[in-house]
T-cell receptor, first 108, second 112 residues
């Protein structure tokens, strides 16, 4: 079965500190991984996808097939990074399987 | 471009009733997917419509049904509402089934 696990429901870091949001997945095929973000009072939006290997708003994520992980990282957190973050897995069936989400709070 | 538009934004229904939620996809998008997001949970896939047909379905009972119209807009229908159907219902559209999604703001359904 396909599953995405985000072990931290809440994560709080200070401005300027590094951030890592953890994501582990379970899928027997070739996965396509995404990070979605939801800022306060805004809709869910795509942050990045592993196949594009790009950095968005300073965030990066590397797919580690050996550890079945797709952790989201940023070296220096900013207050505007406070949001709800969801890791998602797309299987060959085109549907997205989401994790439970991590609420990131950046303290000034 | 208004992006993905969902209506209504909020809805209160009584247990046992039926509800219809509507979604207009982003301009140029022909694929619509529906997700249910319970409080404190990530979105769960309900089904996907492409070329006016249900292409994929998640683990939801037959009480959940949908439709896609020739203009690519879509409806989600839920019959015999249960208290557990209370959730945020998200619509997402894409250029094609394999492309990235654009999400709407959702419809908040409360069943009392």
């Amino acid at each position: 079965a396909q599953r995405v696990t985000q072990p931290e429901k809440l994560l709080s870091v200070f401005k300027g500190a590094p951030v890592e949001l953890k994501c582990n997945y379970s899928y027997s095929g070739s996965p396509e991984l995404f990070w979605y973000v939801q800022y306060s009072r805004q809709r869910l939006q795509l942050l990045l996808r592993h196949i594009s290997r790009e950095s968005i708003k300073g965030f990066t994520a590397d797919l580690n097939k050996g550890e079945t992980s797709f952790h989201l990282k940023k070296p220096f957190a900013q207050e505007e990074d406070s949001a709800m973050y969801y890791c998602a897995l797309r299987t060959g069936a085109q549907k997205l399987v989401f994790g439970q989400g991590t609420r990131l709070t950046i303290n000034p | 471009d208004a992006g993905v538009t969902q209506s209504p934004t909020h809805l209160i229904k009584t247990r046992g009733q039926q509800v219809t939620l509507r979604c207009s996809p982003k301009s140029g998008h022909d694929t619509v997917s529906w997700y249910q997001q319970a409080l404190g949970q990530g979105p769960q896939f309900i089904f996907q419509y492409y070329e006016e047909e249900e292409r994929q379905r998640g683990n939801f009972p037959d009480r959940f049904s949908g439709h896609q119209f020739p203009n690519y807009s879509s409806e989600l229908n839920v019959n015999a509402l249960l208290l557990g159907d209370s959730a945020l219902y998200l619509c997402a559209s894409s250029l094609a089934p394999d492309y990235g999604y654009t999400f709407g703001s959702g419809t908040r359904l409360t069943v009392v």
